[in-house]
């Protein structure tokens, strides 16, 4: 099965500036995620400081997780714009909430970091899984709005490739929503699921590109 796409090589598409302010943002909204990940202060010895910097674990945790799953939702957002080759306005507002919601996402990643481990960290992981849940069921909407609008913004793309798409993006609200509902019993197990879902999205498509 091979992802078509209607883009010919050389040629720019209606979805050119969308796809570029899209990077944009999603590239600003990853940048501030080491932003957590601060120096510590001045130590006394250097064990202290090896101390220091073992304690900063959760800083590193909220970066890897939120920073591969950014990364991934850039990834298939390349993806599906392979295939969207054309834009209309609710698209265009759609693909706003998605970016409304990935923009947030470093706030409850720092949020994460100064709770967890801490009496309150239930708080802060009920809050980070809320946020991926619901950035997910926002990515879900835009392809959702461009399938049911196939015929206008993705007119040369092939059947197979967007069905593969759609199973793959049905996986994440269920995911999403399992990892926040465990947030509220287990965050250990909460934060795992994030991890795993991760990288389940790693693994690339069945469908071979051409």
Partial sequence: MVLRSGKSPGVDSDTTRLEAFSDGVIAIAITLLVLEIRV?????????????????????????????????????????????????????????????????????????????????????IIVYSGAFLVTALTYNLLWWYAVSHARDLMPDAAPEAVQSITRRFRLGPPAYGLAFALAFINTTASLIVLALIALTYVLPYAARER
């Avoid at 220091?52 to 970066?63: E, F, I, K, S, V």
């Avoid at 850039?74 to 306005?89: G, K, M, P, Q």
């Avoid at 470093?106 to 967890?116: K, Q, R, Y």
């Fill in 40 to 124: 510590p202060e001045e130590a006394e010895s250097v064990p202290a400081l090896w101390d220091a910097l073992r304690d900063l674990w959760p800083a590193y945790l909220g970066y890897l997780i939120s920073f591969a799953t950014i990364g991934i939702m850039w990834a298939n957002h390349h993806t599906i714009f392979r295939l969207i080759t054309r834009t209309s306005h609710y698209l265009i507002l759609t693909n706003l909430l998605f970016l409304l919601c990935l923009a947030f996402l470093p706030f409850p990643t720092a949020l994460l970091t100064h709770t967890l481990g801490h009496p309150d960290e239930r708080v802060g």
